[in-house]
């Protein structure tokens, strides 16, 4: 049964994820131990018609290896060879999926400014690639397999193979492979999650309001906003997933609209070091105080990534009902808590979030209200005690979320 499922998996990833197209060249990104479902990927890769299809292969042996022995002035420098290959690849218009499966205590230890070295050298070096897919303008794509780091973090008390087992069942529930037709399951799933779209593009609320324990918070919305969820549009034409699993709808905020203090309610994994029991207090957009009671230095770091990583680039609106909150699990992989979760987005916000945004400069684009950062870093804070009202434009108070779930008539 699990061989037939990564068939499905894999299938669903490269037509439903990416939706490669014929002639398409594509880029998988994907941890060593994950080798046996790339080659799957890439079969079904070239089963739909893609050519050119490259692995590039992640170690988090490697990884960490990398950190504790490079000196920093290689840290802060990242490969151009390395930027120009990715750069090339989205220039002619090929496909990126990434398999994300992350070990969340991978960097614990190393000194937070030799992260935050590499990040920021990343993060400004590929800032023409990344806005490729910021933009839409190619299909790419986010799945997760379970490593053995990642499945033992989950399940602590189980072998190492029984964890492994473990988190493949939850994989292929809350991603719907384990259905008889995973790709008819996702269209029918990206039609409910448009039903939420439709109701709040066409109310354009000018703020939301959030209230929860640590919670009070006020988000003002860009004119003219956008709520997006489940597949998107390349301008390639082809309709694709950007994240599998999804549950979300999301918009961009006013870069300089937030104000109030808001309470992480999952562990943050950021690269490798978990921030948890945070919470961030804004003013006029801006991060103006700060608390973390775990991983302090590293959230530290994260906002001093640059100016726009104090502020917010995402607002996103997940029920608490979701499969993945029900499955009562803590995943410490931010594609899977996010989507358990309502959360937010420091750093930058998506250009397609706003009507006539796309491919605007950054002046612009913050003239519009949106906002730019070399990162973008999602953090969870729904939870069954969260309530948000939407402020019409004329002032009136309507329920969006009542004790983490929908107050929206989706009928």
Same mark, same amino acid.
């Given at each position: 049964?699990?061989?037939?499922?990564?068939?499905?998996?894999?299938?669903?990833?490269?037509? %439903?994820?990416?939706?490669?197209?014929?002639?398409?060249?594509?880029?998988?990104?994907?941890?060593? /131990?994950?080798?046996?479902?790339?080659?799957?990927? %890439?079969?079904?890769?070239?089963?739909?018609?893609?050519?050119?299809?490259?692995?590039?292969?992640?170690?988090?042996?490697?990884?960490?290896?990398?950190?504790?022995?490079?000196?920093?002035?290689?840290?802060?420098?990242?490969?151009?060879?390395?930027? &120009?290959?990715?750069?090339?690849?989205?220039?002619?218009?090929?496909?990126?999926?990434?398999?994300?499966?992350?070990?969340?205590?991978?960097?614990?230890?190393?000194?937070?400014?030799?992260?935050?070295?590499?990040?920021?050298?990343?993060? &400004?070096?590929?800032?023409?690639?990344?806005?490729?897919?910021?933009?839409?303008?190619?299909?790419? @794509?986010?799945? @997760?397999?379970?490593?053995?780091?990642?499945?033992?973090?989950?399940?602590?008390?189980?072998?190492?193979? /029984?964890?492994?087992?473990?988190?493949? /069942?939850?994989?292929?529930?809350?991603?719907?492979?384990?259905?008889?037709?995973?790709?008819?399951?996702?269209?029918?799933?990206?039609?409910?999650?448009?039903?939420?779209?439709?109701?709040?593009?066409?109310?354009?609320?000018?703020?939301? %309001?959030?209230?929860?324990?640590?919670?009070?918070?006020?988000?003002?919305?860009?004119?003219?906003?956008?709520?997006?969820?489940?597949?998107?549009?390349?301008?390639?034409?082809?309709?694709?997933?950007?994240?599998?699993?999804?549950?979300?709808?999301?918009?961009?905020?006013?870069?300089?609209?937030?104000?109030?203090?808001?309470?992480?309610?999952?562990?943050?994994?950021?690269?490798?070091?978990?921030?948890?029991?945070?919470?961030?207090?804004?003013?006029?957009?801006?991060?103006?105080?700060?608390?973390?009671?775990?991983?302090?230095?590293?959230?530290?770091?994260?906002?001093?990534?640059?100016?726009?990583?104090?502020?917010? *680039?995402?607002?996103?609106?997940?029920?608490?009902?979701?499969?993945?909150?029900? @499955?009562?699990?803590?995943?410490?992989?931010?594609?899977? =808590?996010?989507?358990?979760?309502?959360?937010?987005?420091?750093?930058?916000?998506?250009?397609?979030? %706003?009507?006539?945004?796309?491919?605007?400069?950054?002046?612009?684009?913050?003239?519009?209200?949106?906002?730019? @950062?070399?990162?973008?870093?999602?953090?969870?804070?729904?939870?069954? /005690?969260?309530?948000? =009202?939407?402020?019409?434009? =004329? *002032?009136?108070?309507?329920?969006?979320?009542?004790?983490?779930?929908?107050?929206?008539?989706?009928?």
């Amino acid at each position: 049964m699990q061989q037939e499922n990564l068939r499905k998996y894999a299938k669903l990833a490269i037509q %439903v994820g990416v939706n490669i197209q014929k002639g398409q060249a594509l880029i998988i990104n994907c941890p060593i /131990e994950g080798a046996e479902f790339a080659h799957l990927l %890439v079969e079904e890769a070239y089963n739909a018609g893609a050519e050119d299809v490259r692995v590039e292969w992640n170690d988090e042996v490697l990884t960490r290896m990398r950190f504790d022995r490079e000196p920093m002035r290689v840290l802060e420098n990242f490969p151009e060879w390395r930027v &120009q290959m990715l750069n090339s690849h989205v220039e002619k218009g090929g496909a990126v999926l990434s398999v994300y499966s992350p070990n969340p205590e991978l960097l614990k230890g190393v000194d937070p400014k030799r992260v935050a070295a590499a990040n920021i050298a990343a993060g &400004q070096a590929l800032k023409n690639y990344r806005s490729y897919m910021m933009n839409d303008r190619v299909q790419w @794509s986010l799945v @997760s397999i379970p490593t053995k780091t990642w499945a033992a973090k989950i399940f602590p008390d189980c072998s190492e193979d /029984e964890a492994v087992e473990k988190l493949w /069942e939850q994989i292929f529930h809350i991603t719907r492979v384990d259905t008889d037709d995973p790709i008819e399951t996702w269209k029918k799933h990206n039609a409910n999650l448009r039903k939420a779209q439709n109701i709040l593009n066409e109310k354009q609320y000018k703020k939301l %309001v959030y209230r929860a324990p640590g919670t009070n918070l006020e988000i003002e919305l860009p004119d003219h906003h956008i709520w997006s969820g489940g597949s998107s549009i390349a301008e390639t034409k082809a309709e694709f997933n950007p994240n599998i699993p999804t549950e979300e709808v999301y918009t961009a905020p006013h870069r300089d609209g937030v104000n109030g203090t808001v309470t992480n309610t999952k562990p943050l994994n950021y690269n490798g070091n978990l921030i948890d029991h945070f919470s961030l207090t804004f003013k006029d957009g801006v991060v103006v105080d700060f608390q973390a009671e775990e991983g302090y230095e590293t959230l530290k770091h994260l906002l001093e990534t640059d100016e726009g990583s104090k502020r917010l *680039g995402e607002v996103a609106l997940v029920p608490h009902n979701s499969p993945i909150s029900e @499955s009562g699990l803590i995943f410490y992989n931010t594609l899977y =808590d996010e989507n358990a979760s309502c959360h937010l987005a420091l750093g930058e916000a998506y250009p397609t979030t %706003v009507e006539g945004c796309a491919n605007l400069s950054e002046e612009e684009l913050k003239e519009r209200g949106l906002n730019v @950062s070399i990162t973008h870093e999602d953090f969870m804070i729904g939870s069954a /005690e969260l309530d948000i =009202d939407g402020i019409t434009k =004329d *002032g009136k108070v309507e329920p969006i979320m009542r004790k983490g779930n929908w107050a929206l008539d989706m009928e």
